[in-house]
């Protein structure tokens, strides 16, 4: 199986490493000639160019993955549908769906939506691993090509994912409360203890700051551009997931200032309890 891949970063690389070491033939295309070196160079791919059109026999790839930032997938889209044979298989590998998807479809009936949840925080072709997608989670949209389903469902159980077919309403709304929600919170963790004013709190602070900052700040020190990705193209319901979660704030706030230590144990025991059905 020929198998491309538009966008060399870091699900990208990652995906070509792995594919490739099925032993199938892998292409990339990024705007980068530097990033098209790096992935051969490394292994990531067999062949990587700048320009679609000098892909060695392109209507010959029976899938490609289009792992651009979310905004570029439809363009992406809209090149591919141009060139490709009739049978190939697109899919992606964005965050949200419900802005993808429909569209993707009207443009490439062949386009199916999936998202694995996989990464770092290291961003770029660089960062790049084997593995990467080992025993993590991924969602397949359903679609009424049923076959290009299968296929795209078979490569990523191919790399050790656990497949969930969803729809993508459903799915945005998950992820805004598990993905684009905690991006936010830990972005603004960091902006609140940057803010503090006090000289010598602010130096040990940040001397002092270990595992539990450093655990619960992770995504939120991550790639700028991503995280306002997030935000842009699933507003709606990451909107839900911040007013939601300042009410827990205000409630869990209400009871340190009554001085309620049964209530803030009470709440903290079902954080603990509920924690397990998420991790």
Avoid at 110 to 121: D, N
Avoid at 153 to 170: E, I
Avoid at 226 to 245: D, K, P, T
Wanted: net charge negative; aromatic share 6%; hydrophobic share 45%.
């Amino acid at each position: 199986m020929q198998v491309g891949i538009v966008g060399l970063g870091l699900i990208g690389g990652s995906l070509g490493l792995d594919l490739k070491a099925q032993g199938r033939l892998v292409w990339g295309l990024s705007r980068s000639r530097a990033t098209c070196e790096l992935a051969v160079n490394m292994g990531a791919v067999d062949i990587a160019v700048t320009e679609l059109l000098d892909v060695p026999q392109l209507e010959q790839t029976q899938v490609i993955f289009v792992c651009t930032p979310i905004a570029q997938v439809i363009p992406t889209v809209q090149l591919l549908a141009k060139y490709v044979g009739a049978h190939t298989v697109i899919t992606d590998v964005a965050s949200v769906k419900g802005a993808i998807v429909q569209s993707a479809q009207g443009i490439y009936p062949r386009f199916i939506g999936s998202h694995p949840m996989a990464g770092t925080e290291v961003q770029g072709i660089k960062g790049a691993q084997r593995d990467l997608f080992v025993d993590r989670p991924c969602v397949v949209c359903p679609a009424d090509d049923i076959d290009a389903v299968d296929i795209v469902r078979s490569l990523w159980n191919s790399l050790g994912m656990k497949v969930y077919d969803c729809d993508p309403h459903t799915h945005d709304q998950a992820v805004a409360w598990i993905s684009h929600l905690p991006v936010m919170l830990g972005a603004s963790l960091i902006h609140a203890c940057h803010q503090q004013r006090d000289a010598k709190v602010q130096y040990f602070a940040q001397k002092l700051a270990s595992s539990g900052f450093r655990d619960t700040t992770r995504v939120g020190g991550g790639n700028p551009e991503l995280g306002r990705l997030m935000a842009e193209f699933n507003c709606e319901a990451l909107q839900i997931a911040l007013s939601q979660y300042q009410a827990e704030i205000s409630l869990l706030a209400q009871m340190i200032n009554q001085e309620n230590w049964d209530a803030v144990q009470n709440y903290l025991e079902n954080a603990q309890q509920w924690r397990s059905l998420f991790v």
